[in-house]
């Protein structure tokens, strides 16, 4: 009985030793889980008149294409594990159907907008929009026109910010409501 349980362990530790060589201890195993879709916190507009939807949630946010040459800012807090595709739509509804795209941006970790991310864009006269990523490399890349949504002046308008997980078909959006005058 004493030789079988001596011959056991000397079979283990052979194991046990056979299993710890060269070819074995380079083997890394990886589990990745899923993480969570990206998650759009907030979203606010800075106005022609200098109004921030964030310090000023109740007030009007008005677009003016004739001061700061229709300048107005719009930013957004995503938390995201991985990357992420945001979208500036504009809508004369409160949905994401039927809106027109005004900017697009790709953003995640190292990325220009990580977490956090700003456009800078401007109304034309036109009854246009256009937005440019911070350091874009084809400034106005898109104009976006919504004459057709104009019967009188102001309007009201809705602007939307879209946040699309690069890796499944999850996105969210949200909108801010503004008068183009």
Known sequence: MKSITTFGLAFITLLTVGCNTESSRD??????????????????????YGVSSEESPNSD???????????FEVFWDVT??????????????PTYENSRLI???????????????????????DFSMSCDPPNTINPGQYVTFFEDWVYQLPQQLYMLVD???????????????ILVE
């Not at 946010?61 to 300048?71: A, D, T």
């Not at 995201?80 to 509804?93: F, H, K, P, T």
């Not at 953003?107 to 800078?120: D, P």
């Not at 946040?163 to 409501?177: A, I, P, Q």
């Open 80 to 93: 995201s594990e991985r990357d992420y595709a945001v979208e500036i739509r504009l809508n004369d509804q």
């Open 27 to 48: 083997t890394v195993i990886i589990i990745e889980e899923d993480s969570p879709p990206p998650r759009l916190d907030a979203f606010h507009l800075v106005d022609s």
């Open 163 to 177: 946040v699309c997980d690069t890796e499944s078909n999850y996105c969210e959006y949200s909108v801010r409501e």
């Open 103 to 125: 900017s697009t941006d790709y953003c995640g970790t190292a990325l220009e907008c990580e977490s956090t991310g700003l456009q800078f864009c401007n109304y034309y006269s």
């Open 61 to 71: 946010l008005v677009l003016n294409p004739y001061l700061y040459n229709g300048e």
